[in-house]
């Protein structure tokens, strides 16, 4: 059978079963054998079982399950459920309150950084937007915020985590192309808070042109004043700056004491190494002499509930970005530090620990599941010709570069209303990927010729697959995030109206796809 009648079978097919409600995974792995009849026969299935093309699914099944780096994705799921059932993200919140609960618009900004920081420590979604729920929307609409936007910045900030490494999805889409998982860390990291700030900004521009949505709350006796706030968070700022320096020099001073310094071993000169031990003696005389202890107290006080989550995020981000460890030993020492955390702050139980393995254990079983369905249906389609076909197709009409990448975005948002990112990486990325790494690569971005490394396409392209995967959890009818919220909102929220919520956030998204459509740069600033 041809190539084109399977390609027409393969998406009818896909689209019923899903219609008809079945898992994904299974919907794949079943379409990937009726591929694979369609092609070479029934007798594939019975004569040449266990040979042949059927060796080489299993093949390829195999590799990607049994890929390292695939350890880091329970053990992220570990880590969110386990910062979920903790008193951590609300003691966080408690925190950025004091900070901004006079600033219209406040609590939706505090609800934003929140959600970076939370997407810093384990880049899952779901988690997030219904700690996001449970905590930020009962406090919004108490104060008289206006449900869409309480409801568009509650799912909008906690989708982050596709973005802001350590991301779930940057992690797949490294496996199945291939692609250095740090390069794409480096590169999702300025375009995920280019999107972050651009939640922000628009909750900050809005409230002002329209006060009604974010009535400011009552002021109370415990209130601090602006020289407070400026006193206090700069002595907040300063202990931190002392811990991270003192970190540095200590790792520093560890390598070179240990001889382990080789030509690939990055470490502190003597002069820089002075230069920070200067900055530390300075603001240490600013916190002792100018703020002085009782000030410290209070700081910390109003501060302390960003002490643990920033510590999470230098373990995790810490380790990748300062080449110390890879990113499972990286998941793996954020998870323990997780743990570490809840055993000082008294909330360790037993129960705890036991609700959130059986959820990492039933998170990972359905991504593993859709993982096996969707590799063995990529994996037919390509034996079977498939890649070739659709990128004769595409390229066959002569669109200009813009064009067939224009056609891939819609492609993505199109699926992505429907099925899940992992079938989409999975499916849809070993078709696409090879097209765009034989595009002219100086006919991408407006300033082309700052383009100059075609290794860097696979990392940029999946950037943008990231932005469109976000519009993805906020679109209808199937947009995960929508339901994550509706199973801890009030009874009063209808799924319609969370889908509402979500259409200025959806703007946002597509206009920071365009930019790094248009503009790769915004994925170059750490390359190296």
Not at 467 to 481: D, E, H, I, K
Not at 501 to 521: A, C, K, N
Request: charged share 10%; net charge neutral; proline share 6%.
């Amino acid at each position: 059978m041809d190539i084109g009648t399977i390609s027409l079978v393969l998406l009818v097919g896909m689209l019923a079963l899903l219609a008809i409600g079945m898992p994904l995974g299974f919907a794949s792995g079943f379409l990937a054998v009726v591929v694979m009849v369609m092609k070479f026969g029934p007798d594939l299935l019975f004569s040449n079982f266990g040979s042949g093309p059927m060796n080489i699914l299993a093949q390829r099944m195999y590799g990607l399950t049994t890929d390292y780096v695939l350890i880091s994705v329970p053990l992220f799921i570990l880590m969110a459920t386990l910062l979920e059932r903790s008193g951590i993200a609300r003691d966080m919140y408690s925190s950025l309150s004091v900070w901004l609960n006079r600033t219209r618009g406040g609590i939706a900004l505090v609800t934003s950084v929140m959600a970076v920081v939370m997407a810093a420590m384990s880049g899952i979604i779901g988690g997030e937007v219904v700690l996001l729920g449970l905590i930020a929307l009962p406090q919004m609409l108490r104060l008289g915020y206006d449900q869409n936007l309480a409801i568009g910045t509650i799912c909008a900030s906690g989708s982050l985590g596709t973005m802001i490494p350590p991301s779930i999805v940057l992690i797949f889409y490294g496996l199945i192309t291939e692609t250095s998982i740090h390069a794409l860390f480096k590169g999702a990291f300025v375009p995920g808070f280019i999107l972050a700030s651009c939640y922000m900004l628009y909750i900050f521009v809005r409230t002002r042109i329209n006060p009604e949505l974010a009535p400011l709350p009552e002021p109370g006796p415990d209130d601090m004043t602006g020289a407070q706030k400026a006193v206090y968070g700069s002595t907040l700022l300063s202990l931190i700056a002392i811990g991270v320096l003192s970190v540095t020099l200590i790792r520093s001073g560890f390598i070179i004491s240990m001889g382990r310094v080789d030509e690939d071993t990055t470490v502190l000169s003597s002069a820089q190494m002075m230069t920070r031990m200067g900055i530390i003696a300075v603001l240490l005389g600013y916190i002792l002499i100018y703020v002085k202890p009782k000030r410290i107290a209070a700081a910390w006080d109003v501060g302390k509930g960003m002490i643990a989550p920033l510590l999470v995020v230098g373990v995790v981000l810490g380790s990748i970005y300062g080449g110390i460890t890879g990113i499972t030993e990286a998941a793996g020492m954020g998870t323990f530090a997780v743990l570490v955390l809840i055993i000082m702050r008294g909330e360790f139980s037993w129960t705890l620990v036991r609700e959130a393995l059986m959820r990492t254990f039933k998170s990972t079983g359905t991504i593993i599941w859709v993982t096996f369905g969707a590799t063995a249906l990529a994996g037919a389609y390509t034996i079977a010709g498939g890649p070739t076909y659709v990128a004769n197709l595409i390229v066959g009409y002569d669109l200009p570069t813009l064009g067939v990448l224009a056609v891939m975005m819609i492609i993505f948002l199109f699926l992505g209303a429907f099925m899940d990112w992992v079938g989409i990486v999975l499916l849809v990325m070993p078709v696409f990927l090879p097209i765009v790494l034989k595009l002219p690569i100086d006919e991408i971005g407006v300033f082309s010729p700052l383009v100059d490394d075609p290794r860097f396409l696979s990392v940029w392209f999946g950037i943008l697959f990231c932005v469109n995967m976000q519009v993805s959890f906020l679109s209808p009818p199937f947009g995960p995030a929508a339901f994550y919220l509706k199973s801890v909102a009030p009874p009063h929220i209808s799924l319609p109206d969370i889908f509402r919520g979500f259409l200025p956030f959806i703007g946002i998204q597509l206009i920071v796809l365009l930019m790094i459509l248009f503009f790769p740069e915004l994925t170059m600033f750490f390359r190296g």
